[in-house]
């Protein structure tokens, strides 16, 4: 564990990346130590405009800076797990944009580095910072919503206009902004997953992932528990306004989001439907980055990130995955996701995408993506997927 002194944080990809700069800036545990981009044009106009110093265009120069506490990646997808894997290996604590990676072997490789390296991991994923998710987060453990009995969650893109690199994508490869809400709320792990295809996208795209399908829809069995969750996925093919959301089912009170983006999200009280204003949870964070809720804190002309743009800023997380990264790195507390926790999120989209390939099988996690029982995390786990004031009957 180190100690409380500002850690020395880099930031590897710079389109989104960007984006957590100026949090890392203002954040009293964080010096925002270097940058580190191909591009040494985009490399030398990001660390001009935020006045970062340290820059490196390779890799290589980040895991050889024996300065470096924490790496930041923010790259494509398809390099997440080597970056990861390297990065750990030279020392350094690791949080990453979502997915973990891109198939079973190679999440894997990166929970084995963490137990060799005794370092953090954390998988940043958005949708378990967001203001929607603590808010039903807070409900849940205030016992408003009494049994937790189902959770739907569905994420709707069109991926129009992004890099080449994403035509054809599997759509339950990028699934991590619904399966990881549907596991969090209750800290649950998927033990098996079943997936059904729907319809196809452009011919052409076909090859590139060898998936035909335009829409993907999964149940995820939850372990040790009696509940379950279905998630939808789409990226191509689909009329639909961009959506990542979530609905909670539970005995006494249940959480609908929004049909149109904007409109109040709905609490059923029973069978009365009411309105409901999210508050923001700035609250929650260190004073000098409580700003960064609010709205994007990178706006150049040319930069801001189709994510951050369809996904309406995330939902103010940016500043929370950054502050619990710093906190988990320091000690004061459990990453989450951790390395096993993003495996079994990761893996439940990679295998869910199987099941699609073969007509509907039911497949298994991989047992090395469940948290063991007799850790502290898991202890923690147990406790809070069935609270003692969970009932059937009516009250909460």
């Excluded at 180190?2 to 964080?30: C, K, M, T, W």
């Excluded at 961009?242 to 539970?250: A, L, M, N, W």
């Excluded at 502050?323 to 390395?339: I, K, Q, W």
Aim: with cysteine; charged share 20%.
């Amino acid at each position: 564990m180190l100690s409380d002194r500002a850690l020395n944080v880099a930031v590897v990809g710079l389109e989104f990346g960007a984006e957590f700069i100026p949090i890392y800036q203002r954040h009293p545990n964080a010096n925002m130590y270097a940058i580190c981009q191909r591009s040494t044009d985009r490399l030398n106009k990001i660390g001009d405009q935020f006045g970062v110093d340290v820059r490196y265009s390779n890799f290589d120069q980040v895991l050889a800076d024996p300065a470096i506490d924490v790496v930041h990646i923010n790259t494509p997808v398809q390099s997440h797990a080597e970056l990861a894997v390297a990065a750990l290996e030279a020392g350094k604590n690791v949080g990453c944009t979502v997915p973990m990676a891109t198939n079973v072997d190679d999440c894997k490789k990166i929970v084995d580095a963490v137990t060799r390296s005794g370092l953090v991991y954390m998988m940043m994923e958005t949708t378990v910072y967001s203001r929607e998710f603590l808010f039903i987060e807070e409900r849940y453990h205030a016992g408003d919503l009494g049994k937790v009995q189902f959770i739907r969650a569905a994420h709707h893109q069109d991926m129009t206009g992004w890099p080449s690199y994403w035509d054809g994508l599997p759509p339950m490869h990028y699934a991590t902004h619904v399966i990881a809400p549907a596991l969090a709320l209750c800290r649950n792990e998927a033990e098996w997953v079943q997936c059904l295809p729907s319809g196809t996208i452009q011919h052409r795209m076909h090859e590139a992932y060898g998936s035909p399908f335009a829409i993907e829809s999964t149940h995820i069995k939850f372990r040790q528990s009696d509940i379950g969750a279905e998630v939808t996925r789409h990226l191509w093919a689909v009329a639909r306004q961009y959506c990542e959301s979530f609905d909670v089912y539970g005995s006494v009170r249940s959480f609908e989001w929004s049909q149109i983006a904007g409109e109040r999200h709905v609490i059923h009280l029973g069978e009365k439907p009411s309105r409901v204003d999210i508050p923001d949870y700035a609250h929650l964070l260190p004073e000098e980055i409580r700003l960064f809720t609010t709205g994007g804190v990178y706006n150049a002309d040319d930069a801001t990130h189709r994510s951050f743009i369809q996904g309406g800023g995330h939902g103010g997380s940016h500043p929370h995955l950054a502050h619990h990264l710093l906190m988990a790195v320091l000690g004061r507390e459990d990453p989450y996701p951790n390395a096993q926790q993003a495996a079994n999120i990761t893996c439940a989209g990679i295998l869910a995408h199987e099941s699609a390939l073969m007509g509907g099988a039911k497949i298994p996690l991989p047992e090395w993506t469940w948290v063991p029982r007799n850790t502290p995390i898991a202890m923690k786990l147990n406790e809070s997927v069935e609270p003692p004031w969970a009932n059937l009957d009516g009250k909460a």
